[in-house]
Structure formats: C-alpha cells, structure tokens
C-alpha cells in the first residue's frame, strides 16, 4: 500500500510542522497508519518534506502508550512484517486525535 498519496502531500503542505494551534487534542488527523498486526498506530497531524524527498511527521503515536512524537516516512516504508505485510494507511480515518485515538 503506498502511504504518502498526492492528497496526503497537500495535506501535509498546508501543515507544517509547528502550524498546530491550540489543544493538541483538537488538531485535525491528517492520515492514520497502523500496524496489521499488533502494536503500533501513527495519527499525523503535522509534517515537512525534506531535501531529500522523504518527509518527517508529527503526532500523537502508540506503540506501548499514546505519547507526541515525529516519525520519518522512510521509517514507516521500511516495516517489514510477518506474512509480507508492512504498515498500512487507515483508508476511513477521519477527525481529531481526541476522537481517533479511542
């Protein structure tokens, strides 16, 4: 599954890193990845393309608990999991982290 779409791109354009205001809570899910098979979901809510092409993320992640964090996109490509699986994007997340991260 390809993680970073041309719509996410845009997305992630109009938010860059440090453009979250007000409760973090709030802020608005711009894409959600998980893991297929066990621990690990990724709300970003914030990101920057860097010099060379990969893009660092921000928000709310957990793996062993919820906590702010950035993560490389490069990171998040390079996952392998059991049965060929690798990280794959929420295609239904929608809202706030307050809301997804029930």
Do not use: Q
Request: glycine share 10%; with cysteine; hydrophobic share 45%.
């Amino acid at each position: 599954m390809k993680l970073l779409t041309k719509a996410i791109e845009e997305a992630l354009s109009k938010c860059p890193l440090g453009s979250t205001d007000g409760p973090l809570l709030e802020s608005k899910v711009i894409v959600k990845y998980f893991n297929p098979c066990g621990a690990g979901t990724w709300l970003v809510t914030e990101g920057r393309k860097l010099a060379d092409g990969d893009w660092v993320l921000w928000g709310m992640f957990h793996i062993f608990e919820w906590e702010w964090g950035y993560v490389l996109l490069s990171e998040l490509e390079s996952v392998k999991l059991p049965f060929g699986l690798g990280i794959e994007r929420d295609l239904h997340a929608k809202g706030t982290v307050a809301e997804l991260k029930r």
